[in-house]
C-alpha cells in the first residue's frame, strides 16, 4: 500500500518570504500522480497544485511550485511571496492510475498528516 | 460552474442512530469521492462511486455504505452512529476516476 509522510506539522513563514513543505511517499508504481491541497479554516479543500509522475518538469502554479524528485520519492511544495491567505492545513496527496495495482486504488487519494501553515504579517 | 455542494452542512445525532450525508458532483462530473477526516486519523478514504457503480471501497465497517444516482448525485449512510463517528466527511467529485478530485466544502457529524 502506498504511504504518504508529511515530517513537518507545523510550519511558519513571514508575509511576502518564500517557504517550502515536505513530503515523501512511498510507492512501488511508476506512473501515479501527485497533489497538493489546501485546507484553509473555513474547511474547504483547495486543489493547489498536481504533479504527473511521468513528466519531469516541475508543475507550477503562479506563487505556488513543485520539487519532484522520482527517485528520491520527493514531492515538496515551494511557497513565494507568502500571503496572509496562504495560512492554512496542507495537505500533500497520492493517487494511483486508475487501472492497475490489482485495480483496487481506482481513483482513490491517499493523504499525508498535513501540515499547518502560519503567515505572520 | 457551480462546485460540489453537500447537505447537510452540520449535523448533531446520538448514537444508535442512523443519518444519511447527500453529494451533489460538478456539472459533468461522473466520479464521487468521500473522505472521513478527523484529528487522530487525519483523511481516510471511504468509498468512490462511478456511473452509479461503486469501484473502491476503503478499510471501514459495513456500517457505512453509500450510493450514486443515475444524475451522479452521491449519498453515504452511517447506521448504528458511534462516538468515534463524529468526523468531517468530504465529498469530492471528478470527471472521470482519474482526473483530479474537486472538493465540498463537507459535512461536520457530532455524535453525541
Known amino acids: 500500500a502506498q504511504t504518504v509522510t508529511q515530517s513537518q506539522p507545523e510550519m511558519s513563514v513571514q508575509e511576502a518570504e518564500t517557504v517550502t513543505l515536505s513530503c515523501t511517499y512511498d510507492t512501488s508504481e511508476s506512473d501515479y500522480y501527485l497533489f497538493w491541497y489546501k485546507q484553509p479554516p473555513s474547511r474547504q479543500m483547495i486543489l493547489v497544485i498536481r504533479q504527473e509522475a511521468y513528466k519531469q518538469q516541475n508543475a507550477t502554479e503562479n506563487r505556488f511550485s513543485v520539487n519532484f524528485q522520482k527517485a528520491a520519492k520527493s514531492f515538496s511544495l515551494k511557497i513565494s511571496d507568502s500571503q496572509l491567505g496562504d495560512a492554512a492545513m496542507y495537505f500533500c496527496?497520492?493517487?494511483?492510475?486508475?487501472?492497475?495495482?490489482?485495480?483496487?486504488?481506482?481513483?482513490?487519494?491517499?493523504f499525508g498528516q498535513g501540515t499547518i501553515l502560519t503567515v505572520h504579517p | 460552474k457551480a462546485g460540489v455542494t453537500q447537505t447537510p452542512r452540520y449535523l448533531i445525532k446520538t448514537r444508535g442512530q442512523q443519518v444519511t450525508l447527500s453529494c451533489s458532483p460538478i456539472s459533468g462530473h461522473r466520479s464521487v469521492s468521500w473522505y472521513q477526516q478527523t484529528p487522530g486519523q487525519g483523511l481516510q478514504f471511504l468509498f468512490e462511486?462511478?456511473?452509479?457503480?461503486?469501484?473502491n471501497k476503503g478499510n471501514f465497517p459495513g456500517r457505512f455504505s453509500g450510493r450514486q444516482f443515475s444524475n451522479s448525485r452521491s449519498e453515504m449512510n452511517v447506521s448504528t452512529l458511534e462516538l468515534g463517528d463524529s468526523a468531517l466527511y468530504l465529498c469530492?467529485?471528478?470527471?472521470?476516476?482519474?482526473?483530479?478530485?474537486?472538493f465540498g466544502p463537507g459535512t461536520r457529524l457530532t455524535v453525541l
Open positions: 496527496a497520492y493517487r494511483s492510475p486508475a487501472i492497475g495495482a490489482g485495480g483496487t486504488s481506482y481513483g482513490k487519494l491517499t
Open positions: 462511486y462511478f456511473s452509479e457503480t461503486q469501484r
Open positions: 469530492a467529485s471528478s470527471l472521470a476516476s482519474r482526473d483530479t478530485q474537486y
